[in-house]
């Protein structure tokens, strides 16, 4: 569970990816009539999002809102790189994460050494 003082964080970041990947689809013309007035709708309710809080974390730290930024998009590639019939076993490695990250971090050095 996310701590309710960075939930909004991860909000503003995920508006801000998204809303790039959707506008790319938009001009990529993926998005048809209903579903074009949908996205048109939905591209500037993240705009307002991003407006009202991104663009207050880049002013306050730029560095760190573009590494958030990069951070999270490249895990969004990351995980969408894997088949889904294959998740589970990713969810079963952050569990273990989770429970000791040290050993998974060795692990992962070691493999990809």
């Given at each position: 569970?996310?701590?309710e003082e ?10 801000q ?15 048809k009539?209903v ?18 809080y991104?663009d207050?974390m880049?002013k306050k ?12 998009d ?14 589970q ?25």
């Amino acid at each position: 569970m996310i701590p309710e003082e960075n939930r909004i964080n991860h909000i503003v970041i995920s508006s801000q990816v998204l809303s790039y990947y959707i506008a790319g689809m938009k001009s990529d013309n993926y998005f048809k009539k209903v579903l074009l007035k949908f996205t048109n709708n939905f591209i500037e309710q993240l705009k307002t999002v991003e407006w009202k809080y991104f663009d207050k974390m880049f002013k306050k730290e730029e560095e760190a809102a573009v590494i958030v930024y990069e951070t999270y998009d490249n895990f969004i590639k990351t995980i969408a790189s894997v088949p889904i019939w294959e998740m589970q076993n990713v969810t079963k490695i952050l569990e273990a994460y989770n429970k000791d990250p040290k050993s998974i971090e060795g692990i992962v050095k070691k493999t990809l050494r």
